[in-house]
C-alpha cells in the first residue's frame, strides 16, 4: 500500500501522460514549494521504494515515469450465478459490454 509521499508522487506522474519526469520537477511539484525547500531530498528514497515495488521506470538519463498497466486478456465473468440467469433470462443482448477493469491507483496500490 502506498503512503502519503508515494501517493503524491503517484498522482503528479499521473497527470503526465507517460512521459518521463526528473526527480527535480517530481520534488517540486509533487511535494509542494515549502517542502522543496525544507527537504531538498526528500524524494530520492520515495522514487527508489516505487521503483522496487514495480510502479515506476527510468530511461537512460534518470528520468521517472508510472510504469504502464500491462494489457490482461479480456475475461467475461457474471458478478455471481443468480445475475446470470436472471440477465439470461430476460432474452437481452448482453454482449459487447465494457467490463469495467478497475482504476490505475488501485492496480498500482496492490503492488
Do not use: C
Amino acid at each position: 500500500m502506498m503512503d502519503s509521499e508515494e501517493r503524491d508522487v503517484f498522482f503528479y506522474l499521473n497527470g503526465q501522460a507517460d512521459l518521463f519526469v526528473s526527480a527535480i520537477a517530481i520534488r517540486r511539484h509533487a511535494g509542494g514549494e515549502h517542502k522543496s525547500r525544507a527537504q531538498l531530498d526528500w524524494v530520492r528514497p520515495v522514487l527508489l521504494r516505487m521503483i522496487e515495488r514495480g510502479i515506476l521506470e527510468t530511461d537512460e538519463s534518470n528520468m521517472y515515469r508510472l510504469k504502464p498497466i500491462p494489457e490482461r486478456p479480456a475475461t467475461k465473468r457474471w458478478i455471481s450465478p443468480q445475475i446470470a440467469s436472471i440477465l439470461q433470462r430476460s432474452g437481452r443482448n448482453f454482449k459487447g459490454l465494457v467490463e469495467n477493469t478497475g482504476d490505475a491507483e488501485t492496480y498500482y496500490d496492490q503492488l
